[in-house]
């Protein structure tokens, strides 16, 4: 791979005594470098990508490599702070089984081979499965790590070129639900305020997010502002009790699933205690009723189209009478007086309440509604898009949104949705192709498209940058479907995954910085990156796997991206779709010049709380304060949603509430962290962490084995008690970063049939100790 | 780029011959160039920049003139090098991914103390700790509150071993499971860069410019003063506690520092 200079042979040798058990001849190497001299850094500005957070990082480079990292202090999300992760991100680079070369499956082995065989073999499946089971029968599964130009090349290409709308991605696990939220609430996807609520909030409230594990640089700012204002409060209301609980000024435990129901009997109480604020509801505020009786998913094929009912205060009002404190106190377990308390917080006139969730809250069944419950909350005090004052849903990828604004979604198009006409119409103008070839009915979300593959439906799916076959609910059951003879899969990956073991043509991935390109991270913060480093090998970036195939498929002219501008031809041509002020984004060059821009900005202005006509260029001042823009009436919308029962809960056979979900050291399915040794040294395996009643119930012994099962699965574990977490009785809990572990296999396929997004949080399963010898 | 499995004793034994032989060939070849760069020739641009002062007060300046209760305790009955962990550079590398990373914790912490981030009560004020047997670093930084956040531990002892266990249970977490060197932050496949050392300056007298940046580590004495610094850059003037009065940081590392928000760069003089 590397020239064996002669630094990396004095390096091998002194490794090679060091394995004979003699110290001290890197002294040598050591001398040498001191020969030639250290302080020839050149620290360049990257954004972080192992969460959603979006930290700017420096990463310092050597002769082109990169050798350290620190947090930018220019960085406004961050603030020169980063996590373990960000600190050791640039080792996620270097893992040895890195793969560097095309591989083709022949005899059912993954063989290498030349990297344009590979892109001949892909293009000719491709063509050929269009040709024989039409163009439905083709479908890219992306990440949520794609750069937005990436995202927006394969829309291109399968939307544009190919004429089919199987597009989806990684984001649909993680941040469907929060996009489908904030269409429902706001009219568009995309955060209301931004990092700088941190700085003016009075009261925290973290719904179900285990901050201080999943955005821990985020926690850390929210304890910065409690430190310079003790008068600060920070409020959690959680299913386990986890690192952020100690840190916390109070935690307030509750059932899973119930957080929809906890939100009703705050606005409940807001409505009875009349600290409504009646002017910004009579201006700004509509009342909508949806469809019940949606369903869980199990089975759908597409996502259900939401038809909103006009009605009125008075019928929310009669709505509400339903989530009284004391019946969601039974419900929850969360106690009347802790509802009331926190009702009072959001109520006070003279404190800013910012509300913070995550994907706990995302993955459930009935996640758009939960989220919109949450919206509601801050809408009936007015507290909502000025400084302190925001809800702010956490989506744990640092490219969740921009996916979606670039089109890689079943149901959008760049900047817009495939149902709408003007949207079909205008991409067709900006692609040159007729306005016809564009299906204007969505395609399948990430279940229902892995069942089409199941099926036959679907017999080639690329998948880039992803590892579904190791995060699908219902694991099993999609790693047969992947499995199957005469299906196509192709996988672009940096490492070997679970995914990439049925995959049929595996492409070497550039990562991160090894290529040119734009995250959006939780805040709508665009930011861009230069290409700092040489991919190994034949590692080649997404954007150019996408072209490459799209050329040989005869698409050249719809693909006439040339040199080293590439990425900012594709980006220009990408703000094509980002016309008007509300979705306005930034030039490269004003990207370049920052870290960062906080979309929408418009003629160099950004956007710090949007809807509000002091800081959005795109709200009207006519109409006072705020202008919700995002729907035709100019109003942000307060849905009724009504509280439902978890589609599988806990019963006699399988008596405990299984919680998955991130931990510190590890991000999505471990498949990058897990390749840095200080982060795989912190926490090489998962682990299930019981109650300590419970487990002494079992019988059981810390670090004893156990097996969990559910009714579509079972894994082989370690128990943790009192571990990093505590969960109450009859709930446990598994990271879910350890493919020897694959906990998703438990999980029911179940989806919110808005949003598309499964419910991949929660299920229901027994306990089987081990024999304790085994452990 | 495979390595080889372990090789026989016999191979071994050769393998060892000709590496030691090439490398005291090469130490030989280093120490000559090292010499020769090292004589006396012009007082030093020697591609050091040239130290400048902060252009305005760093955030942190009064931190400086902190010091922790405890810190410079020293336990009469134990000196500050213990023979068996002596705290050296190399100590302070070995725990470290590259110079500048959150250095991992080599100890254990019991199960409370894990879930709790309790790491304050010891390493915000210091003084030995018998637990240990040790001295106790001091952070730089302990308005921070998660230090978890930043710096991991080791799997196989967070959080599960009990806070009174045999301290030789921690032996393998830097000595590898078989007594080998198992560097806690080492990769096989990626290597970091040269560890900053200080410049050599015009005169052998002038106090030396501070080699790294400082950001999270404004307060120089808890690092470089106490009995639980790094012998190598223990300061042997812990008292004369405004530091950067003499040491000034490299261009490079002071760049970091910004004027605070609100004042125009006209006011704040221009500069590079």
């Known amino acids: 791979m590397n ?37 020839r850094l050149v620290w360049k500005r990257v954004p972080c990508r192992l969460c959603g957070v979006g930290c700017g990082l420096l990463v310092g480079l050597e002769s082109g490599r990169p050798v350290a990292v620190k947090g930018d202090p220019d960085a406004p999300v961050n603030r020169g702070l980063a996590c373990a ?86 984001a649909r696990l993680a941040a469907a639900s929060a996009a489908a939220g904030l269409r429902s609430t706001f009219g568009l996807d995309g955060t209301i305020g931004c990092s700088e609520d941190i700085d ?23 304890l910065d502002r409690k430190r310079a204002n003790p008068a600060v409060r920070i409020i959690e209301l959680a299913t386990r009790t986890s690192r952020t609980s100690y840190a916390v000024d109070h935690s307030l435990l509750h059932a899973p699933h119930t957080g929809l129901a906890i939100a009703n009997a705050v606005c409940h109480e807001v409505v009875a205690r009349k600290w409504v604020h009646r002017e910004f509801v009579r201006q700004h505020v509509a009342f909508k009723r949806g469809a019940t009786g949606l369903g869980n998913g199990l089975e759908v094929e597409a996502l259900v189209e939401e038809v909103a009912a006009d009605v ?62 949450l919206y509601n909350i801050h809408l009936l005090v007015g507290k909502i898009a000025s400084p302190g004052n925001s809800p702010w849903c956490l989506t744990g990828q640092v490219g969740a949104w921009a996916v979606g604004w670039g089109g890689a979604g079943c149901e959008v198009l760049p900047g817009g949705l495939v149902s709408r006409e003007e949207d079909r119409r205008r991409a067709a103008e900006v692609w040159g192709v007729p306005v016809d070839h564009l299906a204007a009915a969505p395609g399948p979300p990430v279940l229902a498209m892995f069942r089409r593959l199941e099926r036959g439906d679907i017999r080639f799916l690329w998948i880039m940058g992803a590892n579904p076959l190791a995060n699908l609910p219902n694991l099993d059951r999609y790693r047969r479907a992947g499995s199957r003879e005469d299906r196509f899969i192709v996988v672009s990956e940096a490492y070997p995954t679970l995914t990439t073991d049925v995959a049929d043509v595996v492409l070497p991935a550039a990562l991160w910085f090894e290529r040119e390109g734009m995250y959006a991270g939780g805040e709508r913060r665009v930011q861009h990156f230069e290409r700092l480093a040489v991919p190994p090998g034949d590692a080649t970036s997404d954007a150019w796997q996408l072209i490459e195939v799209a050329r040989r498929m005869g698409f050249g002219s719809l693909f006439a991206y040339e040199g080293p501008r590439q990425v900012e031809q594709i980006w220009e041509e990408y703000r094509r779709f980002h016309a008007s002020p509300g979705q306005a984004l930034p030039s490269v060059s004003e990207l370049r010049e920052q870290p960062g821009v906080l979309w929408p900005s418009v003629a160099g202005r950004e ?44 019963d006699p056979t399988y008596p405990f509430w299984l919680i998955t979900g991130g931990v510190l050291e590890h991000w999505g399915t471990g498949s990058l962290t897990r390749r840095v040794p200080v982060l795989h040294r912190a926490l090489p395996h998962a682990y299930v962490e019981i109650n300590r009643e419970d487990a002494r119930d079992l019988g059981l012994r810390n670090r004893q084995r156990v097996r969990l099962v559910s009714r579509r699965g079972a894994v082989e574990v370690e128990a943790r008690i009192d571990y990093r977490s505590q969960p109450p009785r009859g709930v446990v809990f598994v990271p879910c970063f350890d493919e020897g572990v694959p906990i998703r296999r438990l999980m029911l396929d179940a989806s919110c049939p808005l949003s598309g997004q499964p419910d991949a949080a929660t299920c229901a399963v027994r306990i089987e100790p081990l024999p304790a010898a085994s452990g | 780029m495979s390595t080889t499995g372990p090789p026989s004793s016999g191979a071994a034994l050769g393998l060892f011959l000709v590496a030691a032989g090439i490398t005291a060939v090469a130490a030989a070849v280093v120490a000559v160039r090292r010499g020769l760069s090292g004589r006396p020739r012009e007082p030093v641009a020697f591609r050091v920049p040239l130290p400048v002062a902060p252009r305005d007060p760093i955030r942190a300046e009064s931190e400086v003139f902190r010091t922790a209760p405890g810190m410079l305790a020293i336990d009469p009955a134990v000196g500050p090098d213990r023979p068996a962990h002596p705290r050296t550079l190399r100590t302070v590398r070995f725990l470290r991914a590259f110079p500048g990373a959150p250095p991992v914790i080599p100890h254990p912490l019991s199960a409370e103390e894990f879930r709790t981030v309790a790491c304050k009560t010891c390493h915000e004020r210091g003084g030995y700790a018998a ?43 830097c000595h590898g499971p078989s007594g080998g060197a198992a560097r806690p932050a080492a990769s096989v ?84």
């Not at chain 1, 802790?338 to 069944?365: F, M, N």
């Not at chain 2, 637990?131 to 302990?142: D, E, G, N, S």
């Open chain 2, 189 to 272: 496949t990626w290597r970091t860069t040269v560890w900053p050392r200080l410049p050599r300056v015009a005169a052998d007298r002038d106090p030396p410019p501070i080699p790294h940046d400082l950001h999270y580590r404004e307060n120089c004495l808890t690092c470089h003063a106490g009995p639980a610094a790094a012998r190598e850059i223990r300061t042997r003037h812990p008292e004369r506690a405004n530091c950067r009065q003499c040491h000034l940081a490299l261009e490079a590392a002071a760049a970091i520092f910004r004027r605070p928000p609100g004042i125009a760069p006209a006011e704040s003089g221009g500069g590079p």
């Open chain 1, 607 to 650: 956007t710090r709380w949007r809807y509000n006509s002091r800081y959005d260029p795109a709200a009207s001042r006519a109409r006072g304060d705020y202008d919700f823009y995002g729907h035709a009436d100019h109003r942000a919308w307060i849905w009724l949603r009504p509280y439902e029962p978890a589609v599988e809960a806990p």
């Open chain 1, 200 to 222: 003016h909030a009075d009261v925290f409230i973290l719904w179900d997010v285990n901050l201080a594990e999943t955005d821990p640089v985020l926690f850390s700012r929210l």
């Open chain 1, 312 to 373: 009125g205060w008075s019928d929310y009002v009669a709505f509400l009478e339903e989530y009284a404190p004391a019946r969601v106190q039974e419900l929850s377990g969360i106690s009347a007086a802790s509802i009331r308390w926190l009702a009072s917080l959001y109520g006070d006139p003279l404190r800013k309440v910012t509300t913070l969730w995550g994907p706990e809250l995302h993955q459930d069944v009935r996640g758009t509604w939960a989220n919109n419950a």
């Open chain 1, 85 to 170: 992760k960000g600190y050791h991100a640039v080792q996620i680079l270097a893992g040895p089984d890195r793969i560097t070369r095309a591989l083709v499956r022949r005899a059912g082995r993954l063989t290498e081979a030349p990297l344009g065989e590979a892109l001949d073999l892909v293009s000719l499946r491709l063509r050929e499965t269009v040709r024989q089971h039409g163009k439905d029968s083709v479908a890219i599964y992306g990440s949520a790590q794609w750069s937005v130009t990436d995202a927006y090349l394969a829309a291109k290409l399968f939307k544009g070129a190919l004429g089919t709308n199987n597009v989806e991605t990684s």
């Open chain 1, 3 to 39: 020239p064996l200079d002669r630094r990396s042979f004095l390096r091998k040798l002194g490794l090679l005594s060091a394995t004979t058990a003699v110290c001290g001849v890197t002294l040598p190497l050591e001398a040498e470098r001191a020969v030639r001299g250290g302080q």
């Open chain 2, 131 to 173: 637990r240990f047997a040790a001295y106790v670093p001091l952070t730089p930084h302990p308005e921070r509150g998660v230090c978890l956040q930043c710096h991991l531990g080791v799997d196989s002892v967070m959080g599960t071993v009990e806070a009174d266990a045999d301290p030789s249970a921690r032996c393998p977490l």
